[in-house]
């Protein structure tokens, strides 16, 4: 299952430059190199200071195999937090006792699975749109990296935010890939462990808890409460559409979540970028589509490219610069119009863009400042 060696990190597949449902770094200009070696080299410093990944103490420690631990005295050992909520419990009652605590109107979950120092303001930009589209979202931040205080500031202005480092015993448990909790040792020393640990918590979770999991590059422009078991097309064609797991919303035991898990543990291969990710999930409604045209048993709703990926990642770099003539500004204003109109979520393929700078007045900075709530952080 696990086949290969061990090898360096490979900077192109590390997860802050690398988005496992996009189609990866294309065309970088010198200066983008410059960026990335910049980014490299903080990755690799950081690594063995102060963002290493939480490991184990043991194999066999109290909490079973697979858990996730940060190396801690056992007195203050954490796997969640949030204010009025016991710091000592595991995994699974924090999550419970969250979801209850909080009183949710709706169950948000995203994954961050790099350093800390990389979560910008950016990323925050897609947090802020989130609550402020649904202030009473209880968000569950799953993620080994970032510190379990992270978000005090939106805790303190009353938002339900927590950071939660899974516990994959517990998460996977009954599921098809609860295995991977068990090699979990070797696993997470394969060179693309971070991005396959995004994608396999992300389905983990939906199916665990219910709810609606966002990529941290996506803007939520309208209420998402119409969602329901929902998945994006980001290619369109009479035959073979492809689609994204940037954005979904699944209810608990979803029919279709459960093939995914099915098909992530019989196809599993730790050499590939997309293979687990968006094509897993492409393959599993070809696949069925095959046996039922209607796709009825695995109660899923395809939404249309621009509901949630109204600029592809093909065109999305050209909106980064701001017009430089009033016919591009007319055509600029006229899809940030549309998107506003018809669109429930942005997607600005981070993986493609992460060394670009949105530039005043330019389509994407508009879009980013448009439903935030800290609007003086500067992109």
């Known amino acids: 299952m696990l086949r290969s060696n061990l090898e360096f990190l490979n900077p192109r597949n590390h997860p802050l430059l ?3 449902d996009s189609p990866g770094l294309t065309s970088l200009t010198r200066g983008d190199r410059m960026v990335q070696r910049l980014l490299i080299s903080e990755i ?3 690594s063995s200071k102060n963002f290493a990944r939480r490991s184990l103490k043991s194999s066999d420690n109290e909490h079973g195999i697979g858990a996730i631990l940060k190396e801690e005295p056992e007195e203050v050992r954490r796997w969640g937090h949030f204010p009025g909520i016991d710091p000592h419990l595991g995994f699974s009652e924090f999550m419970e006792r969250f979801f209850e605590h909080g009183k949710c109107s709706m169950r948000v979950f995203m994954v961050w699975n790099s350093p800390q120092w990389a979560y910008g303001v950016r990323h925050q930009r897609g947090l802020e749109s989130l609550l402020l ?3 009473d979202a209880c968000v569950v931040m799953l993620s080994e990296m970032l510190e379990l205080e992270a978000f005090h500031e939106f805790v303190k202005e009353g938002h339900k935010v927590a950071v939660a480092v899974p516990n994959l015993d517990e998460l996977l448990e009954g599921t ?3 295995i991977f909790a068990s090699v979990w040792y070797e696993w997470r020393k394969t060179v693309n462990y971070p991005l396959h640990y995004s994608e396999l918590v992300r389905l983990a979770a939906l199916y665990r808890y219910g709810g609606i999991y966002l990529d941290s590059d996506i803007i939520v422009l309208k209420p998402l409460k119409s969602l329901r078991n929902s998945i994006g097309t980001v290619k369109e064609v009479s035959r073979g559409s492809s ?3 940037a954005v979904l919303a699944f209810e608990k035991q979803s029919p279709f979540l459960l093939e995914c898990l099915k098909e992530w543990y019989s196809t599993y291969d730790d050499t590939l970028i997309q ?3 968006a094509e897993l999930m492409t393959r599993v409604i070809r696949n069925h589509s095959d046996s039922d045209p209607n796709r009825e048993h695995l109660e899923i709703q395809l939404e249309p490219s621009f509901t949630f990926y109204p600029i592809n990642s093909t065109d999305i770099s050209r909106y980064f610069s701001e017009p430089d003539s009033t016919a591009e500004r007319a055509q600029h204003d006229a899809l940030f119009s549309r998107i506003l109109n018809y669109s429930t979520t942005f997607h600005f ?3 493609i863009t992460s060394s670009l700078v949105p530039e005043s007045n330019s389509l994407v900075e508009r ?3 448009h439903y935030c709530l800290h609007c003086l952080d500067v992109l």
Do not use: A, M, R, V
Request: proline share 12%; glycine share 8%.
């Open 18 to 20: 690398q988005d496992p």
């Open 44 to 46: 690799e410093k950081d």
């Open 133 to 135: 589209q649904h202030p």
């Open 176 to 178: 098809p890939t609860h």
């Open 243 to 245: 689609f994204s797991g």
């Open 275 to 277: 293979w687990n990710g």
């Open 349 to 351: 393929w981070n993986s």
């Open 367 to 369: 879009i980013l400042n």
